[in-house]
T-cell receptor
Framework: AQSVTQPDIHITVSEGASLELRCNYS??????LFWYVQSPGQGLQLLLK??????LVQGIKGFEAEFKRSQSSFNLRKPSVHWSDAAEYFC????????FGPGTRLSVLP | DGGITQSPKYLFRKEGQNVTLSCEQN?????MYWYRQDPGQGLRLIYY???????QKGDIAEGYSVSREKKESFPLTVTSAQKNPTAFYLC????????????FGPGTRLTVT
């Protein structure tokens, strides 16, 4: 069975600081990996995805993520956070089906 | 503009009543999905459909029903059998059943009292 964990329920960073959101997955083979963002009361928007090839993927809004097979991780990063990045972030895995992590809520201090 | 619409944004019902949530897409996607979102639990799959007139149960289908009579529409009925129906419901679609990228609607918040 496949699963996704996001160890951090809530993270607070200052505007302009760097950000890393953690995601670990469990799946027997290499899955397809995604990061979505959700603003309060809204649907989910795809930030980036990894299918194969270069393990560092670039996404929208200045986000990037790195796939590390040895650590079964797909962490999301941004070098400088903006106040508008405050939202909930979901890591998702597609192996046999789509599985979402529980989410990490990001707060940004001015 | 292409996209997924869900209506209404907020829905209130009395306990014991069935309620139907609307989901429409004009992306010409074959596959459609319904998720339930509760605080701290991420998204859980209720039902999905890869083709018209066919649908499959997800992880938490009990107390829910769906239909897929048209490619564009995938309504979800929350029946009185659903023990805890208050939640945020998200509809999504993808190009085909094996497409790995899902597009989401804005969601419907259902409150049952």
């Amino acid at each position: 069975a496949q699963s996704v964990t996001q160890p951090d329920i809530h993270i607070t960073v200052s505007e302009g600081a760097s950000l890393e959101l953690r995601c670990n997955y469990s799946y027997g083979a290499t899955p397809y990996l995604f990061w979505y963002v959700q603003s309060p009361g809204q649907g989910l928007q795809l930030l980036l995805k990894y299918f194969s090839g270069d393990t560092l993927v670039q996404g929208i809004k200045g986000f990037e993520a790195e796939f590390k097979r040895s650590q079964s991780s797909f962490n999301l990063r941004k070098p400088s956070v903006h106040w508008s990045d405050a939202a909930e972030y979901f890591c998702a895995v597609y192996g046999q089906n789509f599985v979402f992590g529980p989410g990490t809520r990001l707060s940004v201090l001015p | 503009d292409g996209g997924i619409t869900q209506s209404p944004k907020y829905l209130f019902r009395k306990e014991g009543q069935n309620v139907t949530l609307s989901c429409e897409q004009n992306l010409n996607h074959d596959a459609m999905y319904w998720y339930r979102q509760d605080p701290g639990q991420g998204l859980r799959l209720i039902y999905y459909s890869q083709i018209v007139n066919d649908f499959q149960k997800g992880d938490i289908a009990e107390g829910y029903s769906v239909s897929r009579e048209k490619k564009e529409s995938f309504p979800l009925t929350v029946t009185s059998a659903q023990k805890n129906p208050t939640a945020f419901y998200l509809c999504a679609s993808s190009i085909c059943g094996n497409s790995y990228e899902q597009y989401f609607g804005p969601g419907t918040r259902l409150t049952v009292t």
